[in-house]
């Protein structure tokens, strides 16, 4: 329940400032909505982990490990599930997860403070470029503002910051933009299956079912 209800607060904090959701009500129902959606996936893949861990156990598969693109042994693929279990029951992965999270947001918010006005400012550059006129009446709109018309101003430039920040975010988990945001749960089910075979180097770890298995599998077929 502490991990829906901190992805309740975080996808709450994000909506109210963005605008995404107009009033607490629909913030507060999307944050709900948003957290009980995240705790349903993880309790489902939890039991299908279950699951695939009978049929290892039933099977006895092995998996070859890969660190760095060189192989380091072989291990069970049962004992991985466990290890995988261990992790997703572990409270310290979560608030390692949140505290990941928390870090990443900064970085995109600070990120987009630095890309908001050389924004703006080069939109006001192409706009002279391209329609001197329409510039013209953009800067004496701003120099004539009335007190009324410096909150309306206000306004709309928290709603670009906002705008800017929410595609910042989405350009580094789509496009890869290395913001700091990492799979903690999948750093620990790394660092303890590299633990498990004696390798002490850190590193990418990869899994793929083991070759005397495949060569098992070949063999039976006719």
Wanted: glycine letters at 6%; a positive charge.
């Amino acid at each position: 329940m502490a991990f829906a209800a901190a992805v309740a607060a975080c996808v709450f904090v994000v909506l109210i400032p963005a605008g995404l959701c107009e009033g607490f009500f629909l913030s507060t129902l999307t944050s709900v909505l948003a957290a009980f959606a995240v705790e349903f996936g993880r309790r489902t893949h939890i039991r299908k982990l279950l699951a695939r861990r009978d049929e290892a156990q039933q099977s006895g598969s092995r998996l070859e490990v890969i660190v760095n693109n060189a192989r380091v042994g072989e291990i069970g693929e049962a004992e991985t599930i466990d290890i995988k279990l261990d992790a997703l029951r572990d409270a310290r992965n979560y608030a390692a997860q949140f505290t990941n999270l928390i870090a990443f947001l900064v970085r995109c918010a600070l990120l987009s403070l630095v890309l908001t006005p050389a924004l703006i400012f080069w939109g006001l550059v192409l706009q002279a470029w391209i329609d001197p006129a329409a510039f013209g009446a953009t800067m004496s709109t701003l120099l004539q503002l009335q007190p009324a018309s410096v909150m309306t101003l206000g306004t709309t430039l928290i709603t670009f910051c906002m705008t800017v920040f929410v595609l910042t975010m989405g350009c580094s988990i789509t496009f890869g933009l290395n913001l700091g945001l990492s799979n903690m749960f999948r750093l620990t089910v790394d660092r303890a299956i590299a633990a498990k075979l004696g390798c002490a180097a850190p590193g990418h770890v990869r899994l793929r079912p083991a070759r005397a298995a495949l060569a098992d599998a070949h063999g039976m077929q006719p």
